[in-house]
């Protein structure tokens, strides 16, 4: 809500298209940022897939909500990879559409 990236950085891969999408859209509305309160995502019914050692795959139902909004459900498949220079963190690579439960 802030446009300010740093803030998210460290959690996702910087070339992976989640970032690079979030880094568009703060950039098509710098100077215009959302302000606080933040975001408030939730997932629930979560099974986690394993395509390769070091992918993980949250397949769920996100919530996103904010004080003042409608809550927003999404489907979504939330793509995960290990940063072994990071010490084993994993970091968010991307997220897509899934037909949901």
């Given at each position: 809500v802030t446009n300010d990236l740093?803030?998210?950085k460290d959690s996702f891969w910087a070339n992976g298209p989640q970032y690079k999408q979030l880094a568009k859209e703060a950039k098509e509305r710098r100077g215009k940022a959302l302000g606080p309160p933040p975001y408030q995502m939730?997932?629930?019914g979560v099974q986690v897939l394993a395509p390769r050692d070091d992918q993980r795959v949250l397949r769920g139902r996100v919530q996103m909500?904010?004080?003042g909004e409608v809550p927003q459900?999404?489907?979504w498949d939330v793509w995960l990879q290990l940063d072994k220079a990071a010490g084993g963190r994993w970091r968010l690579w991307t997220v897509r559409d899934t037909a949901g439960p």
């Open positions: 740093r803030v998210i939730t997932i629930s909500t904010r004080p459900r999404f489907d």
